[in-house]
């Protein structure tokens, strides 16, 4: 599950390697060869929400704890981007016959991070 939405969200046209987020576009273009890596930490983090034994620990790579705000700050990634990312793991949720309370759970689990998420977004106007 966690290949098909990490291959979908690359190929998605709003937040993925076209997106008209610089920050965005240049790291599904330009930085996938760290994509394994965030495949495991995706896997983990889905495992703990589902119930575990897998924990998800957010870390910079061979350094120190780094949260989910820290790590997603420099994509500036907007409300209406991250709620994308949502509607594509949904689908993939949908893809794989996930059961309609199990997916409830995934999505709740997922929007609970929004805040943390678009910490770097910066509002125009």
Do not use: Y
């Amino acid at each position: 599950m966690v290949d098909h939405f990490s291959d979908a969200f690359v190929k998605n046209p709003i937040v993925g390697k076209k997106s008209k987020n610089p920050q965005l576009r240049k790291w599904h273009t330009k930085n996938l060869e760290r994509l394994p890596g965030l495949k495991f930490m995706r896997t983990l983090w889905v495992c703990e929400v589902s119930g575990g034994p897998f924990k998800f620990t957010a870390t910079k790579p061979g350094t120190t704890p780094l949260g989910l705000e820290e790590a997603h700050r420099d994509l500036r990634i907007s409300p209406a981007e991250f709620d994308e990312v949502a509607a594509e793991l949904g689908r993939t949720l949908d893809h794989f016959k996930v059961p309609k309370a199990e997916k409830t759970e995934v999505l709740a689990a997922f929007a609970a991070h929004k805040d943390e998420v678009t910490a770097g977004h910066v509002k125009k106007g």
